[in-house]
């Protein structure tokens, strides 16, 4: 069973920047796709990013589009999220995400199956 553990988090001030890492272990990691998720205190979860097996496919939310980026090493078993531009309203707890069916881009944030414990991201005003 794939274990993911999330890495980078912190505290920034507005305007600056952060990379998250995630690391992967328990299965092969090429085959799968990766996600990133967000939740701020008092909301629901919500898609971030994803990424797909191949690295050739990603997909942002609205709100990050120009400002994050998505990839993933295959020789580490690692995706990052490259995090520029950063705004208070960014705080929020990020979480890594897999799908058990491999070579398969999921197109819902339901179908991501796996889930990391997270890194707390918070940008100060």
């Known amino acids: 069973q794939v274990q993911l553990v999330e890495f980078g988090g912190g505290l920034v001030q507005a305007g600056g920047s952060l990379r998250l890492s995630c690391a992967a272990s328990g299965r092969a990691f090429s085959p799968y796709a990766m996600g990133w998720f967000r939740q701020a205190l008092g909301k629901e979860r919500e898609f971030v990013a994803g990424?797909?097996?191949?690295?050739?496919?990603?997909d942002y939310e609205d709100f990050v589009k120009g400002r994050f980026t998505i990839s993933r090493d295959d020789a580490s078993s690692t995706v990052y999220l490259q995090m520029h531009s950063l705004k208070p309203e960014d705080t929020a707890r990020y979480y890594c995400a897999t799908t058990d069916r491999p070579y398969y881009f999921p197109t819902t944030p339901g179908e991501y199956d796996r889930w990391g414990q997270g890194t707390q991201v918070t940008v100060s005003s």
């Open positions: 990424i797909n097996f191949s690295g050739e496919r990603t």
